[in-house]
């Protein structure tokens, strides 16, 4: 499976290397750490129990922007109530979507710090939220548990014999593509005074929202990028003709 699992400031080595063991168990084993607090560490070989290959494979990065840069879907999990709604998915309905995006290249789940969870930030990264429903009376899951539990589905998932598709003609813009898009769209919205750098309130989190449902692919990317840079254009002759 095309499938990568990522951690984002895990402070405990031991449950990096539970994560490790819970992702060869169901046959995944592409991991990344984003700035883990120690690793390696022994503490995480000894928790791996033998799924050693996965931590010397792992990817050290030091932002989640660089352990997603290839990526086309990403679901990023998450207990918390959000001021801006986000896409929400149970862990099948995730399994069986990350399963499905795979197929047009690298999708990731990513998983935040023990204690605080993905940041706004984080999220803003990603196409849909994982929330795995728990005992509200006692909802707290370690970070291997939340992990085991997706990684089961997306075993099961992998079985499921699905019909033809329709397929695109392009493949979907990646994460990295994505955010030179968004870099080029707050540049052009603060240019024309639409975006104000001093009150931005949530407007380029909303916009982000509004692009990740859309999903565009390489060349609705490329078509977007293009009126931005046609708008940068005019906003410049209009310029230089008020100069003369």
Same mark, same amino acid.
């Given at each position: 499976?095309?499938?990568?699992? @990522?951690?984002? &400031?895990?402070?405990?080595?031991?449950?990096?290397?539970?994560? /490790?063991?819970?992702?060869?168990?169901?046959?995944?084993?592409?991991?990344?750490?984003?700035?883990?607090?120690?690793?390696?560490?022994?503490?995480?070989?000894?928790?791996?129990? &033998?799924?050693?290959?996965?931590?010397?494979?792992?990817? @050290?990065?030091?932002?989640?922007?660089?352990?997603?840069?290839?990526?086309?879907?990403?679901?990023?999990?998450?207990?918390?109530? $959000?001021?801006?709604?986000?896409?929400?998915?149970? +862990?099948?309905?995730?399994?069986?979507?990350?399963?499905?995006?795979?197929?047009?290249?690298? @999708?990731?789940?990513?998983?935040?710090?023990?204690?605080? &969870?993905?940041?706004?930030?984080?999220? %803003?990264?990603?196409?849909?939220?994982?929330?795995?429903?728990?005992?509200? =009376?006692?909802?707290?899951?370690?970070?291997?548990?939340?992990?085991?539990? !997706?990684?089961? =589905?997306?075993?099961?998932?992998?079985?499921?014999?699905?019909?033809?598709?329709?397929?695109? =003609? /392009?493949?979907?813009?990646?994460?990295?593509?994505?955010?030179?898009?968004?870099?080029?769209?707050?540049?052009?919205?603060? %240019?024309?005074?639409?975006?104000? +750098?001093?009150?931005?309130?949530?407007?380029?989190?909303?916009?982000? $929202?509004?692009?990740?449902?859309?999903? +565009?692919?390489?060349?609705?990317?490329?078509? !977007? $990028?293009?009126?931005?840079?046609?708008?940068?254009?005019?906003?410049? =002759?209009?310029?230089?003709?008020?100069?003369?």
């Amino acid at each position: 499976m095309s499938i990568r699992i @990522v951690l984002v &400031g895990t402070t405990h080595p031991g449950n990096i290397g539970a994560v /490790a063991r819970a992702m060869k168990n169901m046959g995944l084993h592409d991991l990344a750490l984003v700035n883990p607090r120690h690793f390696p560490h022994e503490d995480a070989t000894a928790r791996a129990s &033998g799924a050693t290959d996965v931590l010397d494979d792992a990817v @050290v990065v030091t932002s989640l922007a660089d352990a997603l840069t290839d990526c086309v879907f990403v679901a990023g999990a998450s207990a918390r109530s $959000r001021a801006i709604s986000w896409p929400t998915m149970g +862990p099948r309905d995730c399994a069986e979507q990350l399963i499905k995006e795979s197929s047009a290249g690298k @999708v990731a789940a990513v998983f935040g710090p023990e204690k605080s &969870g993905l940041h706004n930030d984080d999220l %803003d990264l990603c196409h849909t939220l994982l929330s795995i429903p728990t005992n509200p =009376e006692f909802s707290s899951l370690n970070l291997a548990m939340a992990v085991q539990v !997706l990684t089961y =589905e997306l075993r099961v998932a992998s079985t499921l014999n699905d019909g033809p598709e329709f397929e695109s =003609e /392009a493949a979907p813009a990646s994460g990295e593509e994505m955010e030179h898009f968004f870099t080029h769209l707050e540049k052009v919205l603060r %240019d024309i005074r639409f975006l104000d +750098p001093e009150n931005p309130r949530h407007l380029m989190r909303r916009l982000r $929202r509004l692009f990740v449902r859309a999903r +565009p692919d390489k060349n609705e990317a490329n078509i !977007l $990028r293009g009126i931005l840079t046609a708008v940068d254009r005019h906003g410049s =002759e209009r310029k230089d003709t008020a100069d003369e």
